[in-house]
């Protein structure tokens, strides 16, 4: 095993965790602090998981497929391979969900410190998006585990 693959794996496996461990993390508490329904937590809590997404969820998803590609091509796996195939459709999916994720969390964070700003109740429009990243959510989050058992068991379709 070279010092490069060994290098690239370590950052791998890293970045892999911080994409997984980031998005699981703050979703978790995104997600409590909505059912808490305080505005001021929201806004508060949105804020963190909108410059966490930025600092460490967006780096991390460019990290992942530039050590992974680099890894098949040390490694000798076609880039073609079925698993890996299946490996960018799934990434693929979880981004298209992400991205407007990361949107409809800027904006119900917006409406939440707009609320506390105004003294107001949280506006039907928060709960419209907040319905909209639960939904999608879901997929980028069962996308990435499908990501993590190719990843681990490599079959051979």
Not at 22 to 33: I, K
């Amino acid at each position: 095993m070279s010092d490069a693959y060994f290098l690239l794996k370590v950052v791998h496996i890293l970045s892999a965790t911080v994409l997984f461990g980031t998005g699981l993390g703050t979703a978790v508490h995104f997600w409590l602090a909505h059912r808490s329904g305080n505005a001021a937590a929201i806004a508060v809590v949105a804020r963190n998981v909108v410059l966490a997404d930025f600092a460490l969820t967006a780096p991390s998803g460019v990290v992942q497929p530039t050590t992974g590609i680099a890894l098949a091509h040390l490694t000798g796996w076609p880039l073609l391979s079925p698993w890996l195939l299946a490996t960018y459709a799934l990434y693929a999916l979880a981004f298209a969900c992400w991205a407007p994720v990361v949107v409809l969390q800027m904006r119900a964070r917006d409406l939440a410190a707009a609320a506390v700003r105004c003294e107001q109740s949280l506006p039907p429009r928060y709960f419209s998006i907040m319905r909209w990243w639960f939904a999608l959510g879901w997929p980028a989050f069962l996308a990435l585990v499908a990501v993590f058992v190719l990843m681990v068991a490599k079959p051979d379709f």
